[in-house]
């Protein structure tokens, strides 16, 4: 590890708990240190002072102190700084396990985490492992810790198809979907950041990560004390960090309104949004993957080559899309382009429905050339001559659309599952028509997933999706 800056030594001071061995958590906490609410104040303070942290070390620290002192009691801030013994020692521990510690204010500190998350990113960052990993993006990929075997196949064939497309797996660590995705990234060839909660000692030991650590296609990173336990408070604070360090995030699993993967998928779709959130799309998704896409997650595309996963991860993202993400209908009953032009268009719609075969029908209008996506939308309008299955036809093109039309035009080929909408894209791409009619089993998959599919349109009618 390389020498710390005094900024960074004196951010330790205030910040760290400095454990030094697995034995001193009571002594390093005898005196707490500044929570990272409590450091941001005194960062503003320093700042508009023209000061530095390095200021509260060495000559003049007295005068700097105390014109800290209506933000940070001046006796506290002085003996977390007197702990200069005990800062020598942590060092020298985690030279020897070859983990480097990064502060705020060090120029190496990931740029993802400074612009995305601002005071929000964690004054002090432990790691170790390839420093340029964490400014490399990837896919996020969280989930439950207990999950089905099947789920964790799927975890690892994620992380083998983000490795085939040359991006790093960013994750949690953690047991189950996080260290799935990350084994089948590695186990690939590929490259992944773990982003730990708790015991980043003990994972740079780890004989397994220690080969990939040497072989600079893991980078382990950590907020906490690189002896700190698990504590839930910091595994729920942590996430923030999985997403803002990737360009897109897919959640896998999730429980309703419990549990960390839970309360970081909310926080980036309600206040942070980082990077668009995806929800698996296949098999039995569950009430929390359900109730993230009500949320604004988007369905995961399933792309099929790396070409359509490295396009997927290259999608621009800013707030403002993920403002209107959340502002588009999810639910049924809920006023959409699909069922207005639906009522709009019935009497002309009818017509051809009655010459045509005894199945759905489905229009496509597009209404110019597709060049913002963000802006531009293809009109849809769903008609059936089985009224049954009329809205839900009309929920499910509506939800396809919603999806095209953030898209840039380049990414519209082979993007999305073909199966499911190459009849959409062929309608979208082709200026020459205004409207293009397919059947409904265009649009199905085959076999035992169609009526599993027809379920799920109806479940989400009902108001379940």
């Not at 005194?42 to 508009?48: G, M, P, Q, S, V």
């Not at 200069?84 to 030279?95: D, K, M, P, V, Y």
């Not at 953030?406 to 909408?421: A, H, M, Q, V």
Request: proline share 5%; charged share 25%.
């Amino acid at each position: 590890m390389s020498a710390l800056s005094a900024n960074t030594q004196a951010i330790l001071l205030l910040t760290a708990p400095l454990l030094v061995d697995r034995h001193s958590d009571r002594a390093a906490s005898a005196e707490p240190p500044l929570t990272v609410k409590e450091y941001n104040r005194l960062a503003a303070e320093l700042r508009n002072l023209q000061r530095q942290p390095a200021d509260l070390l060495g000559q003049g620290a007295e005068e700097a102190l105390r014109a800290c002192r209506a933000i940070v009691d001046e006796a506290r801030a002085r003996r977390l700084l007197e702990r200069g013994l005990r800062l020598s020692r942590a060092i020298e521990r985690w030279s020897n396990r070859a983990i480097w510690v990064l502060s705020r204010a060090d120029a190496a500190y990931p740029r993802r985490l400074k612009s995305r998350l601002k005071d929000l990113a964690p004054p002090v960052l432990y790691g170790c492992g390839d420093l340029e990993l964490l400014g490399a993006g990837g896919l996020a990929v969280v989930g439950s810790r207990d999950v089905p075997d099947a789920l964790v196949v799927y975890a690892e064939d994620i992380g083998r198809r983000v490795a085939e497309a040359r991006h790093a797996v960013v994750s949690g660590g953690a047991r189950g979907i996080d260290q799935a995705a990350m084994r089948g990234a590695l186990g690939s060839g590929g490259a992944a950041v773990g982003v730990l909660a708790d015991s980043l000692e003990k994972a740079t030991m780890s004989r397994d990560n220690r080969n990939m650590l040497l072989d600079r296609r893991l980078t382990l990173v950590s907020p906490y004390d690189p002896l700190a336990g698990f504590n839930v408070g910091n595994a729920m604070q942590r996430n923030k960090l999985i997403y803002a360090l990737a360009d897109a995030a897919l959640v896998v699993s999730s429980d309703v309104d419990k549990g960390g993967t839970w309360a970081g998928a909310t926080e980036q779709l309600e206040k942070l949004r980082c990077v668009r959130v995806y929800v698996r799309s296949t098999g039995d998704i569950g009430e929390g993957l359900q109730a993230l896409e009500r949320a604004g997650a988007v369905p995961w595309p399933n792309p099929h080559s790396a070409d359509e996963l490295s396009a997927l991860l290259a999608l621009p993202f800013e707030a403002a899309d993920a403002a209107r993400q959340n502002e588009l209908p999810l639910a049924a009953g809920t006023a959409s382009a699909a069922s207005a032009a639906s009522a709009a268009s019935a009497a002309s719609a009818a017509s051809a429905a009655s010459a045509a075969p005894a199945t759905t029908m489905i229009a496509i209008e597009r209404p110019a050339a597709l060049s913002g996506a963000a802006e531009q939308a293809a009109s849809v309008v769903a008609t059936s001559p089985e009224p049954s299955l009329q809205s839900e036809i009309a929920q499910v093109v509506d939800r396809l659309a919603r999806l095209l039309r953030r898209l840039p035009d380049d990414s519209f080929n082979g993007f999305l599952d073909e199966k499911l909408i190459a009849p959409l894209l062929r309608a979208l791409q082709d200026p020459r028509e205004s409207a293009t009619h397919v059947g409904l089993a265009e649009l199905l998959p085959e076999g035992k997933h169609r009526l599993a599919f027809v379920e799920r349109l109806r479940r989400a009618m009902a108001g379940k999706l």
